[in-house]
């Protein structure tokens, strides 16, 4: 059984779990603390974690998780992509307000939520 399969038995009726060796109670409880309604599951697993074994964390997610029809969707988390900020601006910016480089890129993102054009402000061609 997979994680997915896992995920989706703790919230719907489908077979109880078999007791097998589990390593994936991390990423179990990872995707349970995304989902608002099994937050405290979650929580309650987490502070068990090495304390019991894992096939009883399971058991325990098991009966502690509202049984819905459908398990829910799951949005993972994905990385923040950075927008890339141009080298001649950030240095001006960092020159002209006199602070480090994560300082002007937090200027640069203000400016540009304002509406600003950067390279026209500073006179950059």
């Not at 109880?16 to 991390?26: A, E, L, S, T, V």
């Not at 987490?46 to 096939?55: L, R, S």
């Not at 029809?69 to 799951?74: E, L, S, Y």
């Not at 950075?82 to 960092?94: F, P, W, Y």
């Amino acid at each position: 059984m997979d994680l997915f399969e896992k995920i989706k038995n703790i919230f719907e009726k489908n077979e109880k779990p078999i007791g097998q060796k589990n390593n994936d109670i991390f990423m179990i409880n990872r995707f349970l603390s995304m989902h608002p309604e099994s937050l405290l599951e979650a929580e309650y697993s987490n502070y068990f974690n090495g304390k019991i074994p894992n096939e009883y964390l399971e058991y325990l997610l098991y009966y502690t998780v509202d049984k819905k029809n459908k398990a829910p969707f799951i949005k993972y988390i994905k990385k923040n992509t950075e927008s890339k900020i141009d080298q001649k601006v950030l240095t001006k910016v960092c020159t002209i307000f006199n602070c480090n480089e994560r300082h002007g890129k937090e200027i640069i993102e203000t400016l540009k939520a304002e509406g600003k054009n950067l390279k026209q402000t500073f006179g950059i061609n």
